[in-house]
């Protein structure tokens, strides 16, 4: 039978570091050389562990056509189980995958690929985490179980085990396979070897070698032929095809029965044992009658007596093969008995085979004096097993193990500090994988760098050799240039030398490849501080380039640079600096995760067009350009008000008036009380003879006390009597009155809380008041100061009267209570109701109570209803998330106000008109779509601002509308608040607009 018709399929997991990894790697190399020796034939196919084994096998037998009779498997690895099958946990390095064993015999059966009558056998020498016998032993069941289930007769060898870290760390093959190899080694090659007769001998010796595990055999009725006999024989494989057996070591095994021969069949037995027998029988046994084969016995023929004859020469007893002396030492060594071991050893080395060829006896050789070296590190005698390894190397550098001989030869020269050792060692380490790589087609580097860098630390750290660790380091950075552990210890090499200027390159170098940007951008800032401090500034302004590009948000090195170009007046080179720093900033503006928040790239922004601009403006005279960027400045950030200062003086001294009251108009938003920023407006609105807003901002500089005589003198003689008022406010006007005038403060979340009150309309009022009502806590009202709006003479009244239909709304119920100390009051009731006190009773100007009642009915507009009656903030948070609950009923609601909206709910939902459920359905689902978060305190200081607005849109004089909002005692502003508020609004393009709809 040819090689072609016997594969033997063997998993290897290469460049695997780990004990685990190791003992598997010499148990496939073990395995491998022993199947490819002759007297077994198979052709030998490495599978690689970290790859699907299933389909490489696929891929392999596909390959060869059904030619392929007889496959072996051999796979030695970590098991485990998943959903009780069998997984091989192969790879160490991807502990999350396995192959599962069922799938690997699926693939290794099929028909389509080898054809009927095919044999298999898998040998799996497996570990697993566990040491508990039952588990092992299911483990164990679960290969026989997964051969039982395959479409192909399977035959299984398994031994499972718990993982023996000293065992590993020896160095040794695993003990079923230690023993497998024993016994192939003492079969006779002409009888032959069968997987059934390996079995039993092989778990026996197995059980002697290693801890507690178990192990299995599924058998098939024609066994696997592992060996085949020199000459054919009938003879059959000698197969239990009854139950498989399965056992652990804490159980003897059941005793075989063989059955006894007939006495003829001994005789021959006898005389075919002689060899090996140290005295002869006295006689020959007379001729065997026994047919040849397996078939039954038949009686012996009667025959003569034989003739007196000489008795034939003792037989001389053979020495023993080199073969089973090494199997005797490794038993030995697995038992602990290492002197024993290396005297079988040395045995050995004398019982290699002349009939070898050089090179073969040479590598045979090498691998005991392996052994050898092994056995004197057990015993702790170094210099010995170098002696050992040495010789191994020598003899065969190619030889099984030999990557762990060099690695174990260069940590005994380590420990002994054998420089001379060490560097020899090294050299072939590296000529090994250079030679490697050559042969695979493929590069060693990565692989050689690692070690590279492993010398060069042993030589820095153990041998305190730094030249020869610079020399190795050096090595490793040519092939890996961007290597930041390599240029590490390269400069730490350096700042031992205190070889300054290659510490300070390597520093950069260290820098220029941090992974981080922000950490690349300060170790590279911190360096071009230091070439400042050597007077490197051509350096240093490099330096500071580099740390823009790896994080162009850090403003350090920008400031640095832009200080730098300035002092030496390079005012071009500065100019380019900011448009590249610019360009990198519009990159930065992508939807990669890398980039930095956008606040942080609008601050860049802001920062460098701000400088952009100045630089045109002081040193280019470049006005138009330095408004540009100014322009682009504040668009990055609305809220800086030196840059709209300085954008609004340069549009307003090129005659662009717009520009210039753009700017003005945000600075005055932003500081109601800034007199500058007035007095710049007043002169811009008098330049295009804009008189009336001109006049608008000569009242806010005299209320501020800063009015100089031209701008007194166009506000006294613009003094006289307005207009008579032309229209309404219609109900989206509100939406203007709420919304902010400063930059860059939210104006749409107040406004969804709006849509939601608006929504919820007078039944939350109702639903608010029943409440307050039950509870006892309804203001009282007396009856008989109730007025009659349309009749009443009083100015109060008849102010709120023209006020209602001037906002477009309807009159509130009036009551007149001289005993309240404030000016009007909203009253909780279901109808708007407002109490007029006191203090707008008596002593007010019309404008005053026009300005009063423009204030106060804008609390009865219906999104502003709650807001005012409910001012106590729970109550408010209380009333909105009732509204909110009976339209999204799922709502999760604070524990702290839980009991007051389980309260207003019911009501709310029962006032609530069924025509406006819908509404609110909206109102809450873009409420949540924008977030669902409502700030409730912004969206009452929106109401009172809208209140200011409204009573100056109805008064139109300034001074008045001052005065009588510092009467206002309640509400969330304050008196300097709705003074500043009423400032910047009567100077507004808002402001101006609503007045100009009004009158």
């Not at 403006?617 to 709209?644: K, M, N, Y």
Request: proline share 6%; glycine share 6%.
């Amino acid at each position: 039978m040819s090689s072609s018709d016997r594969v033997a399929f063997v998993i290897v997991l290469r460049g695997a570091a780990g004990s685990r990894a190791q003992q598997s790697t010499l148990d496939a190399e073990a395995i491998s050389e022993r199947l490819a020796q002759p007297d077994a034939g198979f052709e030998i196919i490495e599978l690689d562990a970290t790859d699907d084994l299933a389909g490489q096998i696929d891929d392999h037998l596909a390959a060869r056509g059904a030619t392929t009779t007889e496959v072996l498997l051999y796979v030695s690895g970590q098991a485990i189980s998943a959903d009780g099958e069998l997984m091989l946990q192969l790879d160490p390095s991807q502990p999350d995958t396995a192959d599962a064993v069922a799938d690997v015999i699926e693939a290794i059966t099929e028909r389509e690929l080898r054809g009927d009558g095919a044999s298999t056998l898998l040998v799996l020498e497996l570990r697993h985490e566990s040491d508990d016998p039952l588990v092992l032993a299911e483990l164990a069941d679960q290969a026989r179980k997964a051969a039982r289930a395959a479409q192909a007769p399977v035959e299984v060898i398994v031994g499972v085990r718990p993982f023996d870290e000293t065992e590993a760390r020896a160095g040794t093959c695993s003990p079923l396979t230690r023993a497998m190899l024993t016994h192939f080694d003492e079969t006779d090659p002409s009888e032959g070897l069968y997987a059934s007769e390996l079995v039993e001998v092989a778990f026996d010796t197995a059980r002697g070698m290693g801890r507690a595990g178990a192990m299995a055999h599924a058998s098939v009725p024609e066994s696997f032929t592992l060996i085949v006999a020199e000459e054919s024989s009938a003879r059959g494989p000698q197969t239990e095809t009854e139950p498989e057996t399965a056992s652990t070591t804490s159980s003897e095994p059941p005793p075989s029965q063989p059955s006894e021969p007939p006495p003829v069949a001994a005789a021959e037995a006898e005389a075919q044992r002689a060899p090996v027998e140290s005295t002869p029988p006295a006689e020959s046994a007379p001729p065997s009658t026994m047919p040849s084969g397996d078939g039954p016995p038949t009686q012996p023929q009667s025959v003569a007596p034989a003739s007196p004859s000489i008795p034939p020469p003792k037989p001389s007893t053979p020495p023993p093969t080199t073969k089973v002396v090494v199997a005797e030492a490794d038993q030995l060594a697995a038992a602990g008995q290492s002197e024993e071991a290396i005297a079988k050893l040395r045995r050995a080395l004398g019982l290699v085979g002349s009939s070898l060829g050089a090179a073969e006896a040479d590598l045979e050789r090498a691998r005991i004096h392996v052994r050898i070296g092994d056995a004197m590190l057990r015993l702790g005698r170094g210099r010995e097993a170098i002696a050992s390894f040495e010789k191994a190397l020598s003899l065969g550098p190619e030889v099984a193990g030999a990557d762990r001989a060099l690695r174990t030869l260069l940590t005994l020269y380590l420990g002994e500090g054998d420089r001379r050792g060490v560097s020899s060692v090294e050299e072939r380490i590296v000529a090994r994988l250079d030679a490697r790589a050559a042969a695979e087609g493929g590069s060693s580097s990565k692989e050689l760098v690692q070690e590279l860098v492993t010398f060069g630390r042993a030589w820095m750290v153990e041998l305190d050799d730094p030249l020869r660790a610079r020399e190795r380091l050096e090595h490793a950075r040519a092939l890996a240039p961007d290597n930041r552990e390599v240029v590490r210890l390269l400069m730490q090499l350096a700042e031992r030398d205190r070889r300054d200027e290659d510490v300070f390159t390597l520093r950069r170098t260290l820098a220029e490849l941090d992974p981080d940007a922000r950490s690349r951008a300060a170790a590279l800032s911190e360096i071009g501080r230091e070439l400042l401090k050597k007077s490197q500034e051509d350096e240093a302004l490099h330096v500071f380039e580099a740390a823009l590009d790896a994080d162009p948000t850090s403003l350090e090195p920008l400031e640095i640079l832009s200080r730098i170009l300035g002092e030496r007046q390079e005012w071009a080179e500065l100019e380019s600096a900011y448009r590249r720093m610019l360009e990198r900033a519009v990159v930065l503006d992508s939807a990669d995760a890398t980039s930095p928040a956008p606040e942080l790239r609008l601050g860049l922004e802001h920062e460098l067009h701000k400088r952009l601009g100045l630089l045109l403006v002081q040193h280019f005279e470049d006005p138009e350009g330095a408004l540009s960027s100014l322009d682009a400045a504040s668009a990055a950030r609305p809220t800086e008000r030196g840059v709209r200062r300085a954008a609004a003086e340069i549009a307003h001294r090129l005659g662009h008036a717009d520009v210039a009251e753009r700017h003005l108009s945000a600075l005055v938003a932003l500081d109601p009380r800034d007199t500058e920023a007035y007095r710049l407006l007043f002169d811009v609105f008098v330049r295009t003879e804009n008189i009336e807003r001109a006049v608008d901002v000569g009242a806010v500089l005299s209320k501020l006390g800063v009015a100089n005589d031209r701008e007194r003198i166009l506000v006294s003689a613009h003094d006289e009597e307005l207009s008579a008022p032309k229209a309404v406010l219609d109900p989206a006007d509100w939406a203007v009155l709420r919304a902010p005038l400063a930059p860059g403060v939210d104006s749409v979340a107040p406004e969804l809380v709006a849509g939601v009150f608006h929504a919820a309309g007078d039944a939350l009022v109702r639903a608010f008041t029943h409440l307050a009502s039950r509870a006892g806590r309804l203001p009282p009202l007396d009856e008989s100061l109730r007025v009659d709006a349309a009749a009443s003479t009083v100015s109060a009244v008849r102010s709120l009267t023209w006020a209602s239909r001037m906002l477009g709304l309807e009159p509130p119920q009036i009551y007149l209570e001289d005993a309240s100390q404030e000016t009007m009051t909203a009253v909780l009731r279901d109808e708007p109701t407002t109490v007029v006190g006191s203090s707008a009773l008596r002593g007010r100007s019309i404008e005053e109570l026009r300005f009063l009642s423009g204030y106060h009915l804008a609390g009865h507009v219906v999104e502003h209803r709650i807001v005012r009656l409910a001012p106590n903030i729970d109550d408010l948070a209380a009333c909105f998330l009732a509204a909110v609950v009976v339209a999204v009923p799922d709502t999760p609601v604070p524990e702290r106000i839980r009991s007051l909206v389980e309260l207003i709910v019911p009501s709310f939902a029962a006032f609530l008109e069924p025509e406006r459920e819908s509404a609110l359905e909206e109102a809450v689902m873009a409420f949540d779509a924008a977030g669902g978060r409502a700030d409730l305190v912004a969206f009452q200081k929106a109401v009172d601002r809208a209140g200011v607005r409204a009573g100056w849109l109805l008064c139109r004089k300034l001074g008045f509308a001052s005065d009588a909002a510092a009467s206002i005692t309640v509400g969330p502003m304050t008196a300097d608040e709705r003074e500043s508020e009423l400032f910047a609004f009567s100077v507004s393009q808002a402001g101006v607009d609503l007045r100009g709809k009004i009158y």
